[in-house]
């Protein structure tokens, strides 16, 4: 298969339209986390909804990723990618005109669609096209530019939130995926690879599919039910037998579009071991301590954005050249003390009580993101090429779907499992804190009810005047507690992932 220098003018337009589209994606997923308080608010969305909104979009990609790198594989990678971005645009459109949580919630799934397809195209079509020499720095590079217009997305996201313009996080999508579109058409050449079989798993896609959506359903009916209901056990039970299925079906297809096989090489599995346990916890923590910038410490969620600044210039900064050093001396070292350095930062910013908001910044969140941000800075570069050239060049856009998938996989899991331990720590906390109040039991439990909306509860109309500031200072601090247990879980799952890397990942990438 011809290949281009990353130089080129063939190098160069295919990295735009690559790099665009990504951006795309991810600046939407970045953003929206800043946007989720006004989003709630203004669709009036319950915390089990705020977290669906989420999962809606995850569980698609989850599902269709890896069907989206076999097919890009198998039709031609161009063609899947832009397929994507054209039904990307669509469900962009669609969320933006939205006018409930129900709604968003069908909408992102049609974004989550669109994502499948056009994710794991982008790095397969760089990964497959490059010379072998330079895809380490065109990754490097890709990781880089998408990283700074991506972590821009909160900035971004919240002056268009304090403007009231949520809803144009979903339109700017529009025009950047056109102008992918455009150049895609004009500019780039088809990649195809004639040696693979044309026949996608849709039996796999569906049984992931179904078996992350009752688990999650499982997972967020939990706070409101308790364990013992039978929609939760059963969700959760029928969750697991389903993802047993999706890994016989697997197993047995001819064509499977996660070959298990694959896993068989060492390093390929430790960097997707590494994926699950360093982006479950960087999502729940990026989601929470959003949430509690904005509806806990008095952030406005422009100021929200800007606090993950020191993060973008790291990732700027640093990003390029860690992929560079990695194709020198090996990954290895890289994503042991990375993922390492990631966790040690969330736990850092675990032990933020309540602040001064924006005044106290750089002594109470700063040094905490500035680590995390440091540590995802030697990751990211040398983990995507790592994944990349653990196999071989044919199944790159396999590769790039199992990896994507794994990531996104550990965002539903995240969501969901963080989101029902945060309502109930959150519970927790308000049932100790409220005891002294001279309230009815009624009125308690109408309280503790409003758990479930986390940073967003408010004190329910029943509760008499005198009593409602002390009752918004235990949302205030019942919150904090939760947020504090989840962020230092998150740590250890990033520092979990270094250990997976060390165990794992050997000096030289490429297994035989």
């Not at 997305?153 to 403007?163: E, K, N, S, Y």
């Not at 799952?493 to 890397?501: D, F, K, Q, V």
Request: glycine residues 12%; proline residues 4%; charged residues 10%.
């Amino acid at each position: 298969m011809a290949t281009v220098a990353l130089k080129s003018a063939a190098g160069r337009w295919l990295m735009i339209p690559v790099i665009l589209a990504s951006a795309m994606a991810f600046i939407d997923s970045t953003a929206l986390n800043v946007v989720l308080p006004s989003l709630q608010q203004d669709l009036d969305a319950s915390g089990a909804e705020l977290f669906w909104i989420l999962n809606a979009y995850l569980l698609m990609l989850a599902a269709l990723i890896l069907i989206g790198g076999t097919m890009g594989d198998r039709l031609g990678r161009k063609k899947v990618f832009m397929a994507g971005i054209f039904v990307f645009i669509l469900g962009s459109a669609a969320c933006g005109l939205a006018g409930s949580a129900g709604l968003l919630i069908a909408f992102r799934i049609i974004q989550g669609i669109g994502g499948a397809f056009m994710i794991p195209g982008s790095l397969s079509l760089l990964s497959s096209s490059i010379h072998e020499k330079e895809r380490g720095r065109a990754i490097g590079t890709w990781s880089a530019v998408t990283t700074l217009v991506t972590m821009g997305g909160p900035v971004l996201g919240g002056a268009l939130a304090d403007a009231g313009l949520w809803r144009y996080i979903f339109f700017i999508n529009v025009p950047i995926g056109i102008i992918a579109l455009l150049l895609l058409w004009g500019k780039v050449k088809e990649n195809l690879d004639n040696s693979t079989p044309q026949r996608p798993d849709f039996a796999g896609a569906i049984l992931i599919a179904l078996g992350l959506a009752v688990l999650t359903f499982g997972f967020l009916r939990m706070p409101e039910l308790g364990f013992r209901h039978p929609q939760v056990y059963l969700s959760l039970v029928a969750g697991v037998l389903l993802l047993v299925a999706f890994v016989v079906a697997e197993k047995k297809s001819p064509y499977p579009m996660m070959p298990l096989n694959l896993f068989a090489n060492l390093t390929f599995s430790g960097a997707n071991l590494l994926t699950f346990f360093l982006y479950a916890g960087l999502g729940a923590g990026m989601l929470f301590l959003s949430l509690n910038l904005v509806q806990v410490q008095g952030y406005n969620q422009l100021q929200s954005g800007l606090t993950f600044l020191p993060f973008t210039v790291l990732m700027i900064v640093i990003a390029r050249f860690a992929g560079s050093l990695a194709d020198k001396y090996g990954p290895r070292l890289f994503l042991v003390a990375g993922p390492c350095i990631a966790g040690i930062g969330l736990l850092m910013l675990s032990f933020v009580k309540q602040t001064d908001g924006p005044a106290s910044y750089w002594t109470t969140f700063f040094p905490g993101i500035a680590v995390l941000g440091l540590g995802m800075s030697f990751t990211v570069a040398p983990l995507t090429a790592t994944v990349m050239t653990a196999l071989s060049d044919r199944l790159s856009g396999t590769a790039s779907g199992i990896n994507n998938a794994i990531t996104r996989i550990a965002g539903v899991f995240a969501n969901a499992i963080f989101g029902a331990l945060a309502v109930l720590l959150f519970a927790a906390s308000l049932q100790r804190d409220i005891q002294s109040l001279p309230v009815s039991e009624k009125e308690r439990q109408e309280i503790v009810a409003q758990a479930v909306n986390l940073g967003n509860a408010k004190a329910p109309a029943a509760i008499g005047a005198g009593h409602r500031e002390a009752v918004m200072k235990a949302y205030h601090l019942g919150f904090i507690d939760a947020y504090g247990k989840i962020m230092r879980i998150s740590g250890m799952l990033g520092i979990l992932g270094g250990l997976m890397a060390l165990v794992f990942i050997r000096p030289k990438a490429r297994e035989k």
